[in-house]
């Protein structure tokens, strides 16, 4: 069922970011459950009625690399996401330990490389990039993953590319965040110049927010596990225990749309119904017009 100027999108993703899980079953930081809305969030994906092409976790999967909680996280994920029909694309964050994430979540050697990957989604590719840099809190691409990189981009996919990373090539107004961004990023730029890439997903920052890098958009999930306050001063931005998030994206010929989906089941209107919905669908352009957009004095 289609309305409008536009046709359905040719892909749908499920971008989620920082579920910061634990090993056991204490409270991240001594305030936040993390497993607990990260349950709160696979509920509401449930809830969406759509078919995704794939579920993308964008770093800070787990907030002390702990074996546990990649299984943990793992055993909570891939049920829904079978369920769905859709793969999982996990990408490392600085939270994130290599060897362990790579044993427990990916099933491969525990060794401290880079975790990348390239899936093909109905001829949209996804480029997962491994920003963390073992031992630190901050983001680089180093040499040899912007090298593959270029390589993996030299043949275009028939709808494009879509880069996930952690760490967000774009600037936050939070002053001590640029001590944790991503490192060097006119190579990245240079690595992705003149390519397919046609957005960039990222996370990190625990707020969703957007920009551009080279030209190409960028999109930042918020956390599931907790937000950072933006009402308050940028020098006394904190954590809050509200507004969890993920985004639903949608992938057009011409164009991508990231939509903030809130991690809250709250009591919602029922105005607009599957019935009245269909009966909409029943009309021409023209009378929907008249029916819908026409105001009533």
Not at 246 to 260: G, N, P
């Amino acid at each position: 069922m289609s309305f409008g100027q536009y046709p359905p999108a040719r892909r749908t993703i499920l971008h989620l970011s920082d579920t910061h899980l634990l090993g056991g079953r204490g409270l991240l930081g001594g305030l936040y459950d993390s497993a607990a809305q990260l349950g709160r969030t696979l509920e509401a994906i449930t809830r969406l009625g759509v078919t995704p092409d794939a579920l993308v976790f964008t770093g800070d999967l787990t907030d002390l690399g702990e074996p546990d909680a990649y299984r943990r996280l793992r055993a909570a994920v891939e049920p829904v996401a079978a369920e769905l029909g859709a793969p999982v694309v996990w990408v490392a964050g600085n939270h994130d330990e290599r060897a362990a994430m790579r044993r427990e979540l990916l099933d491969l050697p525990p060794t401290e490389e880079p975790i990348t990957g390239v899936w093909d989604l109905g001829g949209l590719r996804l480029i997962a990039l491994d920003s963390s840099v073992p031992g630190w809190h901050h983001g680089e691409l180093d040499a040899a993953q912007r090298h593959w990189l270029r390589e993996e981009l030299r043949t275009p996919a028939p709808l494009g590319t879509l880069l996930a990373l952690h760490h967000p090539p774009v600037p936050s107004h939070i002053p001590f965040f640029d001590i944790l961004e991503l490192r060097d990023q006119p190579l990245l730029a240079e690595a992705i110049g003149g390519s397919d890439v046609r957005g960039i997903l990222a996370g990190h920052l625990h707020y969703s927010t957007s920009g551009t890098f080279a030209g190409i958009p960028v999109s930042v999930a918020a956390a599931t596990c907790y937000t950072m306050n933006l009402q308050r001063p940028p020098a006394e931005v904190n954590g809050m225990d509200a507004g969890q998030s993920f985004h639903l994206v949608h992938v057009y010929d011409d164009t991508i749309t990231h939509s903030v989906v809130p991690v809250l089941d709250a009591p919602t209107a029922d105005v607009f119904t599957q019935e009245w919905t269909q009966r909409m669908a029943a009309l021409s352009p023209d009378e929907r017009l008249e029916a819908f957009s026409r105001k009533r004095v």
